[in-house]
């Protein structure tokens, strides 16, 4: 019987049945395009809804140069497919609703009436949009704040917003000191950006 080197990376290998070579041909492939879910009237209101969100301030920027707007549209026309017709209803509903009740589309409106109207929405004076609101909050929370893999965070700003340092796998006695905040480890979890990993 032939003797075999056995080391973790073949036990890892094995485990999964890809052989190695496999694995580093798809790494080294770039990323299928994906086409955007949604024209350009459909982004111009989703990017006034993510302005008013999380509005750039002297803490740094908005949800809108964070790239929040990409990582919806990413996931409307990849994982999110099932939920794309209701989410550009919502959108839809809610510039309807501003011309109801201010006269002017949603993202024509000054900030000042883009607050009033999504304010009545999330007081449930516009019931049938609640529920949009807030799945369109969540995402704009994920995109923010989520690993900028996806498209959104970008340069980490989501991060630095709450000081976040980053994900490490280990980290040493000086990342653990209470006295000084730790160094910002700034790495993307799941690979270079534009990677579709799906979700």
């Known amino acids: 019987?032939?003797?075999?080197?056995?080391?973790?990376?073949?036990?890892?290998?094995?485990?999964?049945?890809?052989?190695?070579?496999?694995?580093?041909?798809?790494?080294?492939?770039?990323?299928?395009?994906?086409?955007?879910?949604?024209?350009?009237?459909?982004?111009?209101?989703?990017?006034?809804?993510?302005?008013?969100?999380?509005?750039?301030?002297?803490?740094?920027?908005?949800?809108?140069?964070?790239?929040?707007?990409?990582?919806?549209?990413?996931?409307?026309?990849?994982?999110?497919?099932?939920?794309?017709?209701?989410?550009?209803?919502?959108?839809?509903?809610?510039?309807v609703f501003a011309l109801r009740t201010q006269g002017i589309a949603f993202a024509s409106l000054t900030a000042d009436k883009q607050d009033a109207v999504l304010t009545a929405i999330d007081s449930n004076q516009a019931p049938n949009l609640r529920g949009f609101f807030n799945r369109a909050r969540r995402l704009i929370l994920e995109g923010m704040f989520g690993d900028p893999v996806y498209g959104g965070n970008k340069n980490f700003a989501g991060w630095d917003l709450i000081r976040y340092p980053g994900a490490k796998l280990a980290v040493g006695p000086e990342d653990q000191s209470m006295k000084t905040p730790p160094k910002p480890f700034r790495r993307e979890l799941f690979g270079a950006a534009g990677e579709n990993h799906g979700h």
């Open 1 to 95: 019987m032939k003797e075999t080197s056995i080391t973790r990376r073949t036990i890892l290998a094995g485990a999964t049945l890809i052989p190695l070579s496999a694995i580093r041909r798809a790494e080294a492939q770039p990323a299928t395009a994906i086409a955007p879910a949604m024209n350009a009237e459909q982004r111009k209101i989703l990017d006034a809804f993510i302005d008013r969100i999380i509005p750039k301030d002297e803490l740094g920027p908005g949800a809108v140069e964070c790239g929040v707007g990409d990582y919806i549209d990413r996931c409307l026309a990849d994982y999110l497919a099932a939920e794309k017709p209701l989410f550009l209803d919502g959108l839809a509903s809610l510039d």
